[in-house]
C-alpha cells in the first residue's frame, strides 16, 4: 500500500508532482539540495492551493489537509527511509539522476517503487542503477503537472507488471489519465513534440513566416492549444536543445537540433525563465518577436 511519496527535486516539475500528490491523499515530503529551491517551491505550491480555491476546484478543508500532508526537507537519504514510492524530478543529466538513484536504493524500504520523471531517458538504464529494476518505471507528468490530465507511464526492460500497475493506480488517484508504453527514445510524446518544435525552427531559419505566422497557422490550422514557440519558450529552449540532442544521438538524423535554436541557446535566450527565447518577455505584458 502506497501511502508516503518522496518527490526528489523541487523545479518546475517536482512542485507540480507534490501538488497533485498531496491533493491525492499521500503524505509528501519535497526533497531539493538547495533550500531556496525548497522555500519558492512551498510559495509557489500555496499559490496553486490558493488559484484551486478561488476557482472552486478544491474546497478550503481538502486544501488544508492536503497542505498537512506536505513536508520540505533537505536530506534524502532520511527522507527515503520512510518512502513507498519515490519519484525523482532533479535535472536531466544523467549523472545527477544516477547519484540520487543510488541514494534512495541504499536507504528506502526494500517494497519502495522508484519513478522518473525524465523526458527523454531510458527507465531501463536508470533502474540499473539500483538493486530493485523491477520496481522501476518512467513517470512522465507534463507542465504544468496540476493542469496537464496526462501521465504517460513507461516501462523499463525490467520493470513487473506489479509495478506498471501500482503506479497507473497512483497517477490515477493523483486525478490523472494514463498511458502505459514500452520503452523506446522519447517515448511518444517527447519525441513527438521535439521533432514538430524542430521543424518549426526549421521554418523560422528558412524564413518561411515570422514566429507569429507559423504558431498562429499550427494553432487555428491543427488545432494545437498553443504555437510551438509560445511551447518552446515554456518549455525552456535550453531543454529542448538537450531533448534533441539525446534523440539525435540515439535515433539518428532526423533529430539534429536546428542551428537557429542552437544558436538561441548560445545567445541564452532560453525562454520565458530568461526573459527571453523566441519571444521577449522583458517589460512587457505581451510577448513580441525577437
Ligand atoms: P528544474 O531545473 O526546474 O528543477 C530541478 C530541481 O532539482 C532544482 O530545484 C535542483 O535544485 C534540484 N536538484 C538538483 N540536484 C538534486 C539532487 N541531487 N537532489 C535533490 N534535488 C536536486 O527541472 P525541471 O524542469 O523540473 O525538470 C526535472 C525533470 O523533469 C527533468 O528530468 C526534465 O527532463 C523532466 N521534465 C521537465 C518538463 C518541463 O516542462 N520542465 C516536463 C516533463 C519532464
Known amino acids: 500500500m502506497i501511502k508516503n511519496v518522496v518527490v526528489v527535486g523541487s523545479g518546475v516539475m517536482g512542485r507540480g508532482i507534490a501538488y497533485?500528490?498531496?491533493?491525492?491523499?499521500?503524505?509528501?515530503?519535497?526533497?531539493?539540495?538547495?533550500?531556496?529551491?525548497?522555500?519558492?517551491?512551498?510559495?509557489?505550491?500555496?499559490?496553486?492551493?490558493?488559484?484551486?480555491?478561488?476557482?472552486?476546484?478544491?474546497?478550503?478543508?481538502?486544501?488544508?489537509?492536503?497542505?498537512?500532508?506536505?513536508?520540505?526537507?533537505?536530506?534524502l537519504s532520511t527522507a527515503a527511509t520512510q518512502a513507498d514510492l519515490v519519484i525523482e524530478a532533479?535535472?536531466?543529466?544523467?549523472?545527477?539522476?544516477?547519484?540520487?538513484?543510488?541514494?534512495?536504493?541504499?536507504?528506502?524500504?526494500?517494497?519502495?517503487?522508484?519513478?522518473?520523471?525524465?523526458s527523454t531517458m531510458s527507465p531501463t538504464e536508470i533502474g540499473s542503477y539500483t538493486n530493485r529494476p523491477?520496481?522501476?518505471?518512467?513517470?512522465?507528468?507534463?507542465?504544468?503537472?496540476?493542469?496537464?490530465?496526462?501521465?504517460?507511464?513507461?516501462?523499463?526492460?525490467?520493470?513487473?507488471?506489479?509495478?506498471?500497475?501500482?503506479i497507473?493506480?497512483?497517477?490515477?488517484?493523483?486525478?490523472?489519465?494514463?498511458?502505459?508504453?514500452?520503452?523506446?527514445?522519447?517515448?511518444?510524446?517527447?519525441?513527438i513534440s521535439a521533432m514538430v518544435g524542430n521543424e518549426a525552427f526549421y521554418m523560422l531559419q528558412e524564413g518561411v513566416g515570422t514566429p507569429e505566422e507559423i504558431d498562429k497557422a499550427i494553432k487555428l490550422g491543427l488545432n494545437y492549444p498553443m504555437?510551438?514557440?509560445?511551447?518552446?519558450?515554456?518549455?525552456?529552449?535550453?531543454?529542448?536543445l538537450n531533448n534533441l540532442n539525446y534523440l539525435h544521438e540515439t535515433l539518428g538524423e532526423k533529430y539534429r537540433p536546428c542551428p537557429l535554436l542552437v544558436k538561441y541557446v548560445k545567445a541564452g535566450r532560453l525562454g520565458r525563465k530568461s526573459g527571453q527565447g523566441v519571444y521577449d518577455y522583458t517589460n512587457k505584458r505581451e510577448k513580441q518577436p525577437n
Open 20 to 75: 497533485v500528490a498531496a491533493v491525492g491523499g499521500y503524505n509528501v515530503q519535497m526533497v531539493d539540495i538547495n533550500p531556496a529551491a525548497l522555500e519558492s517551491a512551498n510559495t509557489e505550491i500555496n499559490k496553486i492551493f490558493d488559484k484551486g480555491i478561488e476557482r472552486g476546484k478544491i474546497s478550503v478543508a481538502d486544501a488544508e489537509a492536503a497542505q498537512q500532508r506536505l513536508t520540505y526537507v533537505t536530506d
Open 90 to 118: 532533479v535535472p536531466e543529466k544523467i549523472e545527477i539522476k544516477k547519484n540520487v538513484f543510488e541514494t534512495i536504493d541504499e536507504h528506502a524500504p526494500v517494497h519502495c517503487y522508484f519513478a522518473t520523471n525524465t
Open 134 to 166: 523491477s520496481q522501476v518505471i518512467a513517470m512522465h507528468f507534463f507542465n504544468p503537472v496540476q493542469k496537464m490530465p496526462l501521465v504517460e507511464i513507461v516501462r523499463g526492460l525490467e520493470t513487473s507488471d506489479e509495478t506498471a500497475q501500482k
Open 168 to 191: 497507473k493506480e497512483v497517477a490515477e488517484n493523483m486525478g490523472k489519465e494514463t498511458v502505459v508504453i514500452n520503452e523506446f527514445p522519447g517515448f511518444v510524446t517527447s519525441r
Open 227 to 240: 504555437g510551438p514557440f509560445e511551447l518552446v519558450d515554456l518549455v525552456g529552449l535550453d531543454a529542448r
